[in-house]
């Protein structure tokens, strides 16, 4: 009887030390498999798939009225005169997307466990894109041809309007705060998309691509 009571003893120690033992091995290989895994590549591509949509979602059209003038005296000596000068006065619509090229964005978290802890941000600046004048809203004013119809507003003449209209405007939105404004409401909503998945103590950082 004593015996079989040293023998289960034993064996009790054997089966726990050989249970404790298996479980140190389990932590170790989940926590080398934690540390080795290249979970940070695949959590970084699904933040990117989150807010790649939301930041497409900033395009959007300013539309303008521009004035169409044109003076030109007709002549050598280049002296304004009722026979010769021609003068044209219009007005036309247009409009131009300010863009984001959202497809170049990338990320890098910073995790804590499993949760996402700090996120960088990279991504480019706004722009203008192509603009498009409306040439049906054109709305003519004035239309001077000079005494005896001599000297008379033709088809390209229009045209370096319309091309200089176009300049203009890009010259404008360029130099305005327009951009500017549509990359810090890119950021926003980048953020605010971010926040809203992985919770408001997420910290978020921006850089840009041409900064």
Known sequence: M?????????RTTLVIAVLTLLCIVLGFSSLYLWLTGDRTVISDDSIREEIVPVAKLTTYEYNFT???FLSESGNPLNINNPITTKR???TIDGSAPIQLDAEQITCRGEYQGDRLR???ITMPH??????TLFHETAKKYVEDNGFLNLNQVSTDDLNTLYSQTEKEQ?????????????????Q????????????????????FIDA
Request: hydrophobic share 40%; glycine share 4%.
């Open 2 to 10: 004593h015996f079989d009571r040293m023998f289960n003893d034993v």
């Open 88 to 90: 044209y006065v219009a």
């Open 188 to 207: 926003e909503l980048i953020e605010a998309q971010i926040h809203s998945i992985h919770g408001e103590d997420v910290e978020v950082s921006f850089d």
């Open 126 to 131: 706004s722009y203008v894109g192509d603009i």
């Open 170 to 186: 890009r010259k404008k939105l360029e130099e305005s705060s327009v951009l500017k404004n549509a990359d810090e409401r890119a």
């Open 66 to 68: 521009q004035v169409l």
């Open 118 to 120: 700090k996120v960088a």
